[in-house]
């Protein structure tokens, strides 16, 4: 089964970041991450998204994720 999930207020891509990582997924963004290494540009990444309250303080964790799954 395939889903496509159309983000515009970016607030769905944290919260279903272990489900992106755990099965084959792609992303696409319209204005491209910019970034020298994966690491800036996960950084790019998460800097789009909305993060809820109860998760602020796990940014480490996130950038790890989206890490993984840009490469």
């Not at 159309?6 to 891509?13: A, Q």
């Not at 919260?15 to 910019?34: K, Q, W, Y």
């Amino acid at each position: 089964m395939k889903f496509v999930i159309f983000d515009v207020s970016s607030e769905y891509g944290i919260n279903i970041l272990d489900l992106l990582i755990s099965i084959p997924s792609r992303i696409m963004v319209t204005d491209e991450l910019r970034g020298k290494d994966i690491a800036e540009r996960a950084k790019e990444f998460l800097s789009r998204h909305v993060i809820p309250d109860k998760l602020e303080d796990m940014d480490d964790t996130f950038l790890t994720s989206i890490k993984e799954m840009i490469r």
